[in-house]
């Protein structure tokens, strides 16, 4: 197996005090919580891939200019041999048409309250936790 390090980027949309969070069922971490976010692209700023990830998760629309970065984590997996550096962002100002555009990875779209999340703690997708 190669061994790379991948960057992951978290796209946290915040709306009403709720955060947009989905029940993952694409392999990667199936049956945990989370919210829109995917890998970092070849030549992309960490603000235009969480619009794009936003937009081809959610359809949510973004601009790169409204994203702010919350926090990185430099995560080892040596279970599954993967090394990630998660980056969390926030983003607040968006215009939305909310859709499941990859069901074949995601159940369903739900807003929900930090508090709401904590409770799910151990259900948490691992940068989340």
């Known amino acids: ?5 991948r960057v992951g980027i ?6 009403n005090g709720k955060i947009l969070y989905w ?5 990667h971490w199936e ?11 070849y030549g992309e700023t960490i603000e235009e891939c ?3 990830e936003l ?6 629309i973004a601009k790169p200019e409204d994203v702010k970065i919350f926090c990185t984590l430099n995560e080892i997996y040596p279970n ?11 983003i607040t100002n968006f215009t939305w048409n ?24 151990d259900k948490n997708f691992l940068p989340i936790q």
């Open 1 to 5: 197996m190669e061994r790379i390090i």
């Open 10 to 15: 978290g796209a946290l949309a915040v709306q």
């Open 23 to 27: 029940l993952r069922k694409s392999q």
């Open 31 to 41: 049956g945990t919580y989370s919210p829109p976010g995917g890998h970092l692209e």
């Open 50 to 52: 969480a619009v794009r």
């Open 55 to 60: 937009y081809e998760e959610a359809g949510l």
């Open 80 to 90: 599954n041999e993967k090394h990630y550096i998660n980056i969390t962002t926030f």
């Open 98 to 121: 909310l859709e499941n555009k990859e069901p074949e990875k995601l159940e369903e779209w739900n807003w929900m309250s930090w508090d709401e999340i904590k409770l799910l703690w």
